[in-house]
């Protein structure tokens, strides 16, 4: 393995995997000031040699370290790597709920865009819905496992003003 990560773009790159499992292509070439292309030769590189692997189940491909053990269930935390999404869980964490028009005050999307990102927060087993006569309150499904995850992969470093978003929940 160390062959393979002599090339200094090289291990750029998988140290920026390894510091945020489940990050975008495009991401990564971002924080590292590369173009879109090389970043994607290189991992598809290291694919290759399974030094990283990819995985599409929140609808984007995401590399993450493949000696990595990262439990199944936290993978789909990786769906937090984008802005509206981890801006809705984050407030979902602060509030300890809320519902759709709720959020949707919070966020700068439309309605139908909302209960896209909130359906796909469902499906991944990051939030679970209560039903509460005609409305429905979406809540964290587990909160301490995602603020731990948070905590230790830090997505909100990612976007500008995310630290001071962060530093405003007061949780465990």
């Known amino acids: 393995m160390d062959d393979i990560l002599e090339l200094e773009t090289r291990r750029k790159i998988y140290d920026s995997v390894q510091k945020n499992p489940g990050i975008h292509l495009s991401k990564v070439a971002t924080l590292l000031g590369m173009r879109v292309s090389l970043v994607e030769y290189h991992l598809r590189y290291l694919e290759k040699h399974h030094i990283v692997r990819s995985d599409k189940n929140t609808?984007?491909?995401?590399?993450?370290?493949?000696?990595?053990?990262?439990?199944?269930?936290?993978?789909?935390?990786?769906?937090?790597?984008?802005?509206?999404?981890?801006i809705i869980v984050l407030y979902?964490?602060?509030?300890?709920?809320?519902?759709?028009?709720?959020?949707?005050?919070?966020?700068?999307?439309?309605?139908?865009?909302?209960?896209?990102?909130?359906?796909?927060?469902?499906?991944?087993?990051?939030?679970?819905?209560?039903?509460?006569?005609?409305?429905?309150?979406?809540?964290?499904?587990?909160?301490?496992?995602?603020?731990?995850?948070?905590?230790?992969?830090r997505p909100y470093d990612l976007f500008d003003g995310f630290t001071d978003v962060w530093k405003d929940l007061t949780l465990y």
């Not at 590399?63 to 790597?81: A, C, E, G, K, M």
């Not at 300890?96 to 865009?113: F, R, W």
């Open 59 to 86: 609808g984007y491909k995401r590399y993450f370290i493949s000696s990595d053990s990262i439990p199944v269930h936290t993978q789909n935390f990786s769906i937090l790597r984008q802005k509206t999404v981890l």
């Open 92 to 153: 979902l964490l602060k509030m300890g709920g809320a519902h759709h028009k709720e959020i949707l005050d919070l966020v700068q999307v439309g309605p139908a865009t909302l209960s896209y990102h909130l359906n796909r927060l469902v499906k991944h087993k990051i939030l679970v819905i209560e039903s509460q006569g005609t409305q429905r309150l979406y809540q964290v499904k587990e909160s301490e496992e995602l603020v731990r995850w948070l905590v230790k992969y």
